[in-house]
Each structure stands twice: as C-alpha cells, then as structure tokens.
C-alpha cells in the first residue's frame, strides 16, 4: 500500500500502469511515432482534468496511464488482435478490436483494475457501464487537442469537462450518433446504449 500526498492509503498501481503514467508503453505495445503523439496527448489531458478535479495522485497517475495505453495495439491488424478476443466479441466492428486486445493483453501482464480495463476495452463504442475513467478517457480520445476539425468547439467542451463531465460526454455521444445517422451509417448497439444511459443521469 501507499500514500499519496494527501496522507490518504492507496492500493499501489500495478507496474505497467505506473510506467504508463510516465510515458513508457509494453514491450509488445505496436503503435507508431504519429500514434505514441496523440496517446501523449490523451494522456495530458486526461491528467490535466483529473488534477482540476482534485483526485489524488494516484488517481491522477491511473487517468493518465488510462490514456496512455488506450491505443496500445491501434496498429495491429485485426487478424493479429482476433487471437486476444472473445467469439462474442469478434462481431464487432474490425476497427475496435484494438480496445478489447488491448484490455486482454494488459490482463493477461497481470493488471487487474477492471475499472481501468473496461475504460480501454470500449473507448471507442462507450458502454453503458463506465465509470468516471471510462467517461474521461472516451471523451478525452475525442477532444484531444491534435483534432483538426471543430477546433473552437472542441476547446470549449475541454474546458467543460472537468466540472461537467456527464454532459460533455453526453454531448460527444450524440454528436457522433447525429453524424453517423446523417451519413445513414450503422450506429452500435453498445454505443446506443451509452447514449440511453447518460440520459437516464442528471
């Protein structure tokens, strides 16, 4: 156990999650010099929002590996990653698959907050089960200061966010539904259901 620097005792991070926090990724990481910027990047700003927040340090190191690791396999194809999903999981949309591998890979190196896991595995659809992480890093993926389009807007919900997560999320949420119905694309059950369950909150 340890103590952040509040005096409060904390459960210590499991070593990849520590080294996460400051920038290192697993040996069997496969993502990219363009890829490792825009994880730094949703890692800063993850960290940012959690300090604005008042979490504690270890709090603060957690949202920042959650960031961090997010992409950790976004360069792996998806007939490398079906090794690490479940049958269930393999119908999902291919260009997923790096949530759920990664959130296995990381389990099977021995971390076992299913908290953070569960942020990782479904950063990109959502799920209606998140916790705070989950809802950070699914709105930290989307607001990360490199994101050419919207800028203006961007920049406000990231102001937002630490004070109003829920809504900026909600906001996000349904900017993407709007878009892909325009488009008169899919829209995924789980993301629905993300969407259903920020409405159910205040």
């Not at 007939?79 to 260009?95: G, V």
Request: charged fraction near 30%.
């Amino acid at each position: 156990m340890a103590k952040d620097n509040d005096g409060a005792t904390q459960k210590e991070l499991h070593s990849i999650v520590s080294a996460a926090a400051r920038g290192r990724l697993p040996p069997w990481a496969d993502c990219g010099r363009k890829r490792r910027e825009h994880m730094g990047r949703v890692s800063d700003l993850m960290g940012t929002w959690a300090e604005l927040q008042g979490r504690r340090k270890t709090e603060v190191n957690r949202w920042r590996a959650a960031g961090f690791l997010h992409d950790v396999v976004r360069e792996s194809s998806p007939d490398e990653l079906r090794q690490y999903m479940s049958e269930k999981r393999l119908a999902l949309p291919p260009k997923a698959y790096h949530g759920p591998a990664g959130a296995a890979l990381l389990a099977q190196d021995g971390v076992g907050d299913e908290e953070f896991l569960h942020a990782i595995r479904w950063h990109t659809l959502g799920s209606p089960s998140f916790g705070p992480i989950g809802k950070a890093l699914y709105a930290a993926d989307f607001l990360e200061p490199g994101r050419r389009s919207r800028r203006r807007w961007r920049e406000g919900l990231r102001e937002r966010a630490p004070r109003n997560l829920d809504r900026v999320v909600r906001e996000i949420v349904g900017s993407k539904i709007d878009y892909l119905v325009r488009a008169e694309m899919p829209v995924h059950r789980r993301t629905v259901r993300f969407w259903n369950s920020l409405l159910d909150d205040p």
